[in-house]
């Protein structure tokens, strides 16, 4: 099977004030757009080719694969691009600021709401600045008001099924440019990681991780290009 690689868009700028992003389209920083143009130089240098590309509609992801792509002399490539790859929907957090979250509610229930498995932060407020409705890239799709990994999981696999598994089974190398939480629910599937142990999965901004899996999606090797 070809090598596929993942990589969670560089930093963003509400990653770098500390703020909960979910679906809301947050652009890249200045350092998100270097972080993408280096995970780009990396996989040229060390000979990476790609046949197709898969991304959410966010931005931030769109243009780390765009600045990637370009690195690569590849920007031709076919791009997929579909919601089901979006950041988990982080409901009512939205817009705040993480460490003002830990001082009002505790470090423990943040983290619960960031790490658990099945329990979803609270929904959004219908009044919301944050509310998506109207959003035409939503149309015909039922937004959620908040999501648990196991939400976003149910939403990124049958896309996985559907649209990269089938392209990696064709003989396409193929890269997925993506979001903190809707690679955590890729790698728990392809990892096979338990319910449990998701909570420490901790996946870095504008670092490619590259699989070499079986015929079978077994995993042979996963590592970060980094640190080979
Ligand atoms: O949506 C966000 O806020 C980030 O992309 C991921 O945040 P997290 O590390 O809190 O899940």
Known sequence: MPTL????????????????TGWWDVDLSEKGIAEAREAGRMLRDKGFEFDRCFTS????????????LHELRSLWLPVAK??????RHYGGLTGVNKQEM???????????????????PPPL??????????DRRYAGIAIPATE???????????YFDAEIAPALKRGERVMVSAHGNSL???EKHLSN?????????EIPTGQPIVYDLNDDFTVRDRYYLSER
């Open 5 to 20: 690689v993942l990589l969670r868009h560089g930093q963003s700028q509400w990653n770098l004030e500390n703020r909960f």
């Open 57 to 68: 509609v966010q931005t931030r992801a769109i243009r780390t694969l765009h600045l990637v």
């Open 82 to 87: 579909d919601w089901r790859l979006n950041e």
């Open 102 to 120: 830990i001082d009002k509610v505790g470090a423990e229930q943040v983290k619960i709401w960031r790490r658990s498995f099945d329990i979803p």
């Open 125 to 134: 407020d219908p009044d919301s600045p944050y509310r998506l409705a109207g």
């Open 148 to 158: 648990s990994l196991k939400d976003t999981i149910g939403r990124v696999l049958p």
């Open 184 to 186: 955590r629910a890729l």
């Open 193 to 201: 990681i338990a319910d449990a142990d998701i909570v420490s999965l």
